[in-house]
């Protein structure tokens, strides 16, 4: 079990980490997910015993790895773009972490082997990776940081490098892999479908700091702040004014520029307080709250329409509007404090 | 456009024809006839070749005993002072050899700095009347590999640090998670990567020791003869030019083999699938400190100091004290310097010794003039290569490997008595500059964009106009650069001009060396101070093009 306390590194000067603390439990895959930028591959080198701590500690099952040198931590790392090494062939490559722990070349074939197996690229050994695809290379980084069996598996955007199809396909294939092999994994990335794909838990990563975390579904459905909502892309934020409480739902009257709402709220709000206010881009059945405009912009999207209107707020609708008519939306709104 | 290329390539090639490729065949000629090939003479040749072989190969361990750290130390490590010590470093490759002979001869010879201080030393605690006999230096073998660890170091630092650097981190990083310890990430990671650089270094720096004259002549002195310097000895003092080509033959062969070589292991250089350059930090622990300090200490002892002691020999003066020995250092004085200008009755030369100075001043004015003509037309073909351009390239590097020795023995077996003439020295210079004046020119010429002409032409502008507005401004900085580097070669160029020069027009480096073969503190201090002088001039030839460096001529190796 890994756990991390107040994590702090400042880069040049400037504070890039600001006391980043998590557990991971056996088993377990958690995504760290967060703008480029902000510090995620930099955490991850600190856990790995490659980046020295300007602050804080990591303990993996209460022990305290601060003493422990890189090399023995026994933590896979999975890159981006793959740093295999040039000058040898896959089955080298994936045999590297075996031959570091001295192992027998007899046991060392028939781990490789195995390995290359779960990762489908059975009959490759002798390849030269310089000559394989993109998909194959990220194959092999997985299967050598498989082999030597680590205790923790970290991944720094490992799929960025590939195209749609085949990023799809490898986050099934590594999913399934993490769950046969029951690792448990760090996994980090900017793409929040990645993340929800394969974690268990994710972590919001925002100028130094984990400002959210849960589950997928607990994050997309409850979001704690104005940042999160705009970078899942959650819908609509716009701002307001709290005007009375009461009302229907017993939450709070709040005044915007496209109309006054009834919000259910569990924030500790008074009267004339400025909030943020999310509108999911999805036409709710049941609410009591209208939008109405005039569309300004639609565009076809997978399996609908994205509606755009002329006061700058979009929907998700099933039914084609025209440009310049009028509609009335019933819409969903939650506060963001 | 065919006839335009035949037009431009005819002044390189006649110049070539005649002054290298003409001589290169009589002196073919002369080597491998049956009077030559004979079992006294292939004895002495196989002792010489086999003393070149074995000083090289020490040379070249010694080099890369020294230049492997260092690489390490620039690519990784930030401290104080970083880019002027390496900018020392590139330095002494362009010294003229005697200037290098000097300085090292200034600082551990006889009269050197290192035997005066001791000898002070040693007359100031014992107050023995046996006087300080000085440590030998000039005259080892020692002082060869030093000075060609002086020279040749920056190589290996620029090559093998530019492929540290170029190692992507993540590599270290794969290998650390994986269980390698430190030793383990360099022994399986890092050198089977840099192993290409440090190959082609290697043998490049082997092939500099290979061909060294001024070095053997100077420092080892009498007792040690490598190729070159045979050469030199049979052509000008034993008078037997066959022998003389028969070893110019060898040496060309061993040159060939050794560029073939090397032209293949540079293409095998692996390039790095993400190169990024390693982020270089200040030294953090204890041994990294150590690591630095001690590297910055003998990086700075092993440049600066012979460079120092020059200058500074040359305003000294000295006593020798009652009963002989080492003299020890009594005073400044400028009187080396002002004894240039004196013609003395019985001097080495018939005019005052600033008169070599006047000299090498013409012949590098004629240099760089004869270069830049002839250079400019080679440089155009070669800038737009067509299927004439290239079957010349290659041909056009030939002069290069060649060594100087062998050229101007060239010139001795063609033209005989035609080398009356004084011309004959820049002539030669000019063959040696040539390919470094077409390769500097060559990317500038290349990199006018040909639209630019076009757009000029289409809004009226004579082809002289064209010429003037867009490739003059352009070619301007180019050709500033080619300048100073025939400059330089021109001033320090001692090998060939050894064998071609009139006694009574001598150049610098013959003056110092010269001074530096008569006994006397005299002819030693006017060494010094000559010396001094061609330093001076060749750093401010140095340093003109550093700073104008080209991207493209950087892979001059």
């Known amino acids: 079990m890994l756990k991390v306390y107040d994590l702090c590194k400042t880069y040049e000067t400037q504070p890039l980490l600001n006391g980043i603390s998590f557990v991971l439990g056996a088993g377990e895959t958690i995504c760290l997910l967060g703008p480029s930028g902000s510090g995620k591959s930099t955490l991850l080198r600190m856990i790995a015993g490659l980046e020295p701590l300007d602050a804080g500690q990591i303990l993996w099952d ?53 390995v290359l197996d779960l990762v489908n690229l059975r009959g490759f050994e002798l390849r030269k990776v ?61 793409d929040q479908d990645e993340a929800f794909t394969i974690a268990d838990r994710v972590l919001l990563l925002h100028e130094g700091q984990i400002v959210q975390q849960g589950t997928p579904a607990e994050v997309w459905s409850k979001p704690d702040s104005v940042w999160v909502a705009q970078f899942l892309g959650l819908g609509n934020v716009i701002e307001g004014n709290c005007r009375s409480q009461g009302g229907k739902s017993k939450g709070w009257e709040v005044e915007t520029r496209f109309g006054i709402f009834d919000v259910k709220c569990g924030h500790p709000h008074q009267a004339g307080d400025k909030v943020h206010l999310l509108v999911r881009p999805r036409a709710a059945a049941g609410e009591s709250n209208k939008i109405q405009d005039r569309v300004a912009d639609v565009v076809f999207q997978q399996d609908g329409f994205k509606v755009r209107l002329d006061d700058g707020l979009y929907f998700y609708l099933k039914n084609e509007p025209k440009i310049g008519q009028k509609i009335e939306i019933k819409i969903k709104l939650e506060c963001l404090g | 456009m065919m006839n335009r290329r035949v037009l431009l390539w005819l002044a390189p090639l006649t110049f070539l024809g005649v002054l290298f490729f003409y001589p290169f065949f009589r002196i073919l000629a002369f080597g491998l006839s049956m009077e030559t090939v004979k079992a006294d003479n292939l004895q002495l040749v196989f002792h010489v070749l086999l003393f070149t072989f074995y000083q090289a190969f020490l040379s070249t361990l010694l080099t890369l005993l020294v230049g492997l750290p260092c690489a390490y130390l620039f690519s990784r490590f930030d401290f104080h002072g970083k880019s002027l010590l390496r900018a020392l470093t590139t330095v002494p490759f362009m010294l003229p050899t005697v200037v290098v002979a000097a300085g090292f001869n200034a600082l551990l010879g006889p009269r050197g700095w290192i035997n005066i201080g001791l000898a002070s030393l040693f007359n100031g605690l014992t107050h023995s009347p046996v006087p300080f006999s000085p440590i030998p230096f000039v005259g080892t073998l020692g002082a060869i590999l030093i000075a060609h660890v002086f020279y040749n170091t920056t190589i290996v630092i620029r ?38 650089s440090i190959l082609a270094a290697s043998l490049l720096v082997f092939l500099f020791d290979f061909t060294s004259f001024g070095v053997i002549l100077l ?55 993400a190169p990024r350059s390693t982020l270089q930090h200040k030294a953090k622990t204890i041994r990294e400190r150590i690591f630095v300090i001690a590297f910055c200490t003998l990086l700075f002892a092993l440049f600066i100091l012979p460079m120092l002691a020059l200058p500074l020999r040359s305003v000294s003066s000295l006593n020798v004290l009652r009963g002989g020995g080492t003299p020890v250092l009594s005073g400044l004085t400028a009187g080396y310097y002002t004894e240039l200008f004196i013609n003395r009755r019985d001097s080495l030369f018939y005019v005052p010794p600033i008169q070599a100075a ?21 440089a155009s073909a070669l800038a737009r290569p067509g299927r004439l351009e290239r079957i010349l390239d290659p041909i056009l590097i030939l002069p290069l490997g060649a060594s100087a020795v062998t050229l101007a023995l060239g010139f001795i077996i063609a033209f005989g008595r035609l080398l009356i003439s004084p011309w004959v020295v820049p002539l030669a210079h000019t063959l040696v500059a040539l390919p470094f004046v077409i390769r500097t020119l060559q990317p500038a ?4 964009p040909e639209r630019l002409r076009q757009a000029a032409a289409s809004l009226g502008a004579s082809p002289f106009r064209v010429w003037q507005n867009v490739d003059w401004p352009i070619l301007r900085r ?68 550093e700073k104008g460096r080209l991207p493209g001529t950087e892979n001059l190796f």
């Open chain 1, 62 to 114: 209460g022990e305290d790895l601060s003493s422990t040198p890189a090399h023995l931590r026994d933590f896979g790392l999975v890159f981006q773009d793959y740093a295999l090494f040039p000058h040898l062939n896959v089955f080298d490559n994936v045999a590297f972490g075996l031959k570091m722990k001295n192992w027998k070349s007899v046991e060392i074939r028939a781990r490789v082997i195995e």
């Open chain 1, 130 to 190: 310089t000559d394989l695809s993109g998909g194959e290379q990220q194959r092999v980084a997985l299967a050598r940081a498989l082999a030597p069996g680590p205790r923790l598996l970290m991944f720094d955007e490992p799929l960025g490098a590939l195209d749609r199809a085949l990023r799809e396909e490898l986050l099934a294939e590594l999913r399934g892999i993490l769950h046969r092999t029951g690792i448990p994994a760090v996994y980090v990335t900017h």
């Open chain 2, 159 to 196: 090559l093998v640090s530019h492929a540290l650097s170029g190692l992507d981190p993540k590599l270290e990083h794969a290998a650390r998670s994986l269980g390698a310890d430190s030793r383990r990430v360099w022994g399986h990671v890092i050198l089977p990567l840099l192993l290409p």
């Open chain 2, 219 to 273: 420092l080892g002195g009498p007792t040690f003869a490598t190729l070159e310097v045979e050469i030199y000895i049979q052509a000008l003092q034993m008078l037997n030019l066959p022998l003389a080509a028969l070893l110019a033959f060898i040496q060309l062969l061993c040159i060939l083999i050794f560029s073939i070589l090397y032209t293949r292991l540079a293409t095998r250089v692996v390039v790095q699938s």
């Open chain 2, 358 to 378: 006047l000299n090498s001043l013409g012949y590098a004015g004629a240099t760089v003039i004869l270069s830049l003509l002839l250079g400019f037309p080679a």
């Open chain 2, 445 to 448: 010429i290349a990199a006018i």
């Open chain 2, 478 to 545: 180019a050709t500033l650069n080619a300048a100073a580097f025939a400059f330089t070669i021109s001033l320090g160029e001692f090998g060939a001009t050894l064998l071609l020069a009139r006694p009574d027009y001598p150049t610098i480096p013959i003056a110092i060396y010269r001074f530096l073969s008569q006994p006397g503190a005299l002819n030693y201090g006017q060494a010094m101070a000559m010396a001094t002088l061609l330093m001076a001039l060749t750093t401010a030839g140095i340093l003109l093009i």
